[in-house]
């Protein structure tokens, strides 16, 4: 069987393959990316974000386990804003997910971000619709909401969950400035804490204030560690769900990003490699300036094009 026929089959490590394949940008992941239009546009897409610390991963592994038990499966992409460049996988995430190690019925995937500000990778929504293909009824994307990432899984989740949680100080301010626009459902994590109902007030408060040009968001209380509040963070998600127009798909929309995000992977790698002569020299004039940074930018295009095999970063 070809790695596109076993991932339409469901099989986990061709997923696994598949998603190496579309990072990597490989001949493959243009077969894959083309052959799998058919089967995408059926998983409900859920993102989390919220500021580190607030309790996500925890409460994505509470989440998890109920979707399991109503018999859906799940795949989860974890954002690593902490390395950029290497994707490394994100040791706590793992260990707080090691009870769905052994679930055929669970997938996990750690995706390097695009920057220091936690953006996501451009091959997350790539990654997203092959899970899909491969039959996950569930696709959990978890980000760091730091910067742009919280405005783009916005774009790629059918719903936005964004978590906060009591004493994180400026971070409750934040999100009651920004994030509160993209959120479908609030969840005050930490129910545990004395200071929750003070948040959670607190947020109440300012969706009043804003009442009129926003739409009414529910604002759940959880505590993930004991599991307190996951049904009704289940429930709430469901209803949003309910909502939502089915997930559109584009087969020429899924190949233009491989190509972009393989572009702008190649031009990265290719300047700050720092061995090629031309892109050397164009460095040099653009530091002394001879050179605009217009015709850098087009002397380095040209440089860039001389095809060179992809490096593997995994
Ligand atoms: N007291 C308490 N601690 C929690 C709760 N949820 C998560 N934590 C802890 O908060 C820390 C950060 O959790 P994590 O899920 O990694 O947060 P993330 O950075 O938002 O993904 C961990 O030590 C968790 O055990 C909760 O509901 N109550
Ligand atoms: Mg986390």
Not at 39 to 47: D, I, M, N
Not at 214 to 228: S, Y
């Amino acid at each position: 069987m070809t790695l596109l026929a076993e991932l339409l089959d469901g099989d986990r490590r061709a997923l696994a393959r598949a998603i190496s394949a579309v990072e990597d940008g490989t001949e493959q992941a243009s077969v894959i990316l083309a052959g799998i239009h058919h089967r995408v546009g059926r998983a409900a897409v859920v993102g989390f974000t919220g500021p580190p610390g607030a309790g996500k991963s925890t409460l994505i592994g509470g989440y998890v386990s109920a979707l399991r038990q109503s018999g859906r499966t799940v795949a989860v992409i974890a954002v690593d804003p902490s390395s950029p460049l290497t994707g490394g996988a994100i040791l706590g995430d793992r260990v707080r997910m090691l009870a769905h190690a052994e679930d055929d019925g669970v997938f996990i995937r750690s995706l390097a971000a695009r920057g220091h500000l936690g953006g996501l990778s451009a091959t997350a929504p790539l990654v997203i619709d092959l899970m899909d293909a491969a039959g996950f009824d569930v696709v959990i994307i978890e980000t760091v909401g730091a910067g742009q990432s919280e405005v783009e899984i916005a774009e790629l989740a059918a719903v936005t969950v964004v978590v906060c949680a009591p004493g994180l100080g400026d971070d409750v301010q934040a999100i009651k400035a920004g994030i509160l626009e993209i959120a479908d459902v609030l969840v005050v994590n930490k129910g545990d804490s004395p200071e929750a109902a003070v948040t959670r007030a607190q947020l109440f408060a300012s969706q009043h204030l804003r009442s009129g040009e926003h739409r009414a968001v529910p604002i759940l209380t959880a505590t993930a560690t004991t599991g307190q509040g996951i049904a009704e963070l289940v429930a709430a998600i469901d209803a949003k769900l309910g909502e939502q127009p089915p997930r559109k798909t584009d087969s020429a929309q899924r190949i233009r990003r491989m190509l972009a995000a393989q572009a702008a992977r190649l031009v990265r790698d290719s300047v700050l490699a720092g061995t090629d002569p031309t892109i050397e020299a164009i460095c040099q004039d653009l530091q002394n300036g001879r050179l605009a940074i217009a015709q850098a930018l087009a002397r380095l295009f040209a440089a860039c094009a001389q095809p060179k095999p992809p490096e593997k970063t995994d």
